[in-house]
């Protein structure tokens, strides 16, 4: 089996790294050369285009930023779709909203090509340890087909339905977490202005109903000042935005979401955008007020 790997940043360079190791024929492509690098140091071969592997790859993963940065690859620029051989697949691991992975399912089948919408669950560190959840949709017989090949780079892989199940559940996923991430921010601060130890306080928060796991992963970082992206700002703002979307596509109600998506706003206008999403603790300093990054 040949694979082509479009995207081997923090998340795709954990998945294809554990290709490699796993024994798969794999070359890469990424717009960033270091990125590529840290990649062949446990194998597999740099592509210096898509096309290197396009007409020969059986299976293409996507790992982009943004929904247009896809469309443009498979459809509109690059027309990535329309290179592959019949019977290959695309399986895409970015956080995209379900009209667009429906477009990409659609374009792909017109193609001969087959499509699965994998949005991952965590972050980089369970990426390169093979832990990375997977929550997968397309068409069961595409699924089942490339169901081993998932579990070769992931103890956990979870089949959701269509593409818009999957890439819909990853988005309602993240915009909980990222709100959640808003409300504990504002709450740690209230609790710190009545005089508890912070410390303390994130230890006895953890054993109430007030536990979250944001609490765990960005708790610490918020009472140590450590805002080193891991998930960055300004893919929050990002992702919470294509909730919001999604929400108004389904004619539902999502007035909290709307609402941090205004103070993602604000944190990216303050110059926090680069920085982790523990760093909206930064809003709700009304003594020390936001400098920008790293402040």
Same mark, same amino acid.
């Given at each position: 089996m040949k694979i082509g790997f479009v995207g081997v940043g923090k998340m795709g360079g954990g998945l294809a790294r554990n290709l490699i190791r796993r024994g798969y024929d794999v070359s890469v492509f990424d717009l960033n050369q270091a990125?590529?690098?840290r990649v062949l140091e446990v194998g597999g071969k740099a592509a210096a285009s898509i096309t290197d592997f396009s007409s020969t790859a059986d299976v293409i993963f996507?790992?982009?930023p943004m929904p247009r940065h896809l469309t443009d690859l498979l459809i509109d620029e690059e027309s990535l779709l329309g290179q592959m051989k019949a019977g290959a697949v695309v399986i895409d691991v970015s956080t995209i909203d379900p009209s667009t992975a429906r477009r990409l399912s659609d374009s792909a089948s017109q193609e001969d090509v087959d499509f699965l919408a994998c949005p991952l669950g965590k972050g980089p560190a369970q990426a390169e340890e093979g832990t990375q959840p997977i929550y997968a949709g397309g068409r069961p017989d595409v699924y089942q087909k490339y169901e081993p090949l998932l579990k070769d780079i992931s103890t956990s892989v979870h089949y959701l339905g269509d593409v818009?199940?999957?890439?819909?559940?990853? /988005?309602?996923?993240?915009? /909980?977490?990222?709100?959640?991430?808003?409300?504990?921010?504002?709450?740690?601060? /209230? =609790?710190?202005?009545?005089g508890i130890d912070p410390v303390l306080l994130q230890q006895l928060l953890a054993t109430t109903g007030a536990d979250?796991?944001?609490?765990?992963?960005? =708790? %610490?970082?918020?009472?140590?000042?450590?805002?080193? %992206?891991?998930?960055? /700002?300004?893919?929050?703002?990002?992702?919470?935005?294509?909730?919001? =979307?999604?929400?108004?596509e389904l004619n539902q109600p999502s007035p909290f979401t709307e609402l941090a998506l205004t103070y993602f706003d604000k944190a990216v206008d303050a110059g926090l955008g680069d920085e982790d999403c523990a760093a909206v603790y930064k809003l709700f300093d009304e003594v020390a007020p936001v400098r920008g990054a790293g402040t």
């Open positions: 990125a590529v690098e996507t790992s982009l818009e199940q999957a890439t819909a559940f990853k /988005i309602v996923s993240n915009l /909980i977490g990222m709100t959640n991430a808003l409300v504990l921010s504002e709450g740690l601060r /209230i =609790g710190e202005r009545a979250s796991y944001q609490l765990t992963l960005r =708790g %610490p970082k918020m009472r140590n000042g450590d805002f080193t %992206p891991g998930f960055s /700002i300004h893919l929050t703002r990002k992702d919470v935005g294509l909730g919001v =979307g999604m929400a108004k």
